[in-house]
């Protein structure tokens, strides 16, 4: 039987880690989803001054602090990018890569993209556009699939794809080397939009364009409001009221999804917040 967590945590920024200390100090059983840099945001951070307690630092060493006080408390980020998450009445159903974790309450802790969408991408959306490639991959067998990746990860799920597709187009959203097979063909030109019919059919970029059946756009994070169907939003970010809950019964939210300032001591504020609005609902069910 699956192991039922009390808690999953969906993000590994500050909010998420705060939120994680948190459950931990409070004895809850739970599960945090991330990757190991936490978050791209932390590590990017060349001087940070506004963090109590720690004056002129670095990201990467306020990272290596977040790591070395989570480590002491025994807690581990798990792998992996959560792709979905249904809300079951009892329970959520957490989905990454054909996987599937549950969990008795939830905290979105998913950060914010601050690029802005692609013209089309909200509209075709479940109509050819897509943000797990691995998930939809069987989809689109012997056809042609375009993969929009802004980070290196994409660039498995573009290996792993390019074996059933007929061809497969990637375009980088970032510079560096691309770990791709030789199937892939790679474009190095900017997405505009994507355009169709009834589904999609072209991808229309800076200066070229491409026909294609599938659009995979392979961001850090999924928009909330795609990752948890029925969630309630305000503008970009997640709806919360002051102890961080949603109108999901049993989801949390916490840090830049639910809005400004993007701030680490806001975010690891909310995720505190979140943790303990968690933990007292589990007191109550
Ligand atoms: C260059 C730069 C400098 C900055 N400097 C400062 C500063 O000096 N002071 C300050 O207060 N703030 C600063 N910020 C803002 C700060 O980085 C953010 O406010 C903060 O990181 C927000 O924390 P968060 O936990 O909400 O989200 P994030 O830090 O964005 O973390 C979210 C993490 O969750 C992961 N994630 C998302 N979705 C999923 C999913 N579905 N499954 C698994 N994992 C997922 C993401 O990959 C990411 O790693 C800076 C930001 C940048 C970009």
Redesign the pocket.
């Known amino acids: 039987m699956t192991q039922r967590y009390d808690i999953a945590i969906?993000?590994?920024?500050?909010?998420?880690l705060e939120a994680a200390i948190n459950a931990k100090i409070r004895n809850k059983n739970i599960i945090i989803?991330?990757?190991k840099d936490?978050?791209?945001?932390?590590i990017?951070?060349p001087k940070?001054?506004?963090?109590l307690g720690f004056y002129d630092i670095k990201?990467t060493e306020l990272k290596n602090h977040f790591e070395e006080h989570i480590k002491n408390m025994g807690i581990q980020i798990t792998e992996?990018?959560?792709d979905s998450i249904y809300a079951m009445g009892e329970y959520f159903a957490l989905m990454a890569n054909q996987k599937q974790y549950e969990a008795k309450t939830i905290i979105l802790?998913?950060?914010?993209e601050y690029g802005k969408q692609l013209k089309g991408e909200e509209g075709f959306l479940g109509r050819g556009v897509g943000y797990c490639a691995t998930c939809d991959a069987p989809l689109y067998k012997g056809k042609s699939v375009t993969i929009i990746g802004y980070n290196k990860e994409a660039e498995e799920e573009a290996n792993y794809v390019s074996e059933l597709a007929a061809e497969l187009h990637y375009i980088p959203m970032y510079k560096g080397e691309y770990d791709l097979n030789d199937k892939i063909q790679v474009i190095n030109d900017k997405p505009i939009e994507i355009k169709g019919d009834e589904k999609v059919k072209k991808v229309i970029m800076e200066n070229d364009s491409i026909d294609t059946d599938g659009v995979f756009i392979l961001k850090?994070?999924?928009p909330p409001g795609q990752?948890v169907p029925g969630l309630e939003m305000e503008d970009e970010h997640i709806k919360v009221n002051k102890n961080m809950v949603t109108n999901i019964k049993g989801c949390f939210a916490a840090?830049?999804?639910t809005g400004k300032p993007?701030?680490?001591?806001k975010?690891a504020g909310e995720g505190q917040v979140a943790a303990l609005s968690a933990v007292e609902y589990l007191s109550e069910i």
């Open positions: 969906v993000g590994s920024g500050p909010a998420a989803f991330g990757n936490f978050s791209g945001k932390l990017k951070a940070i001054n506004n963090y990201g992996e990018r959560i802790a998913v950060g914010m850090d994070s999924i990752l840090g830049d999804c993007y701030q680490y001591m975010a």
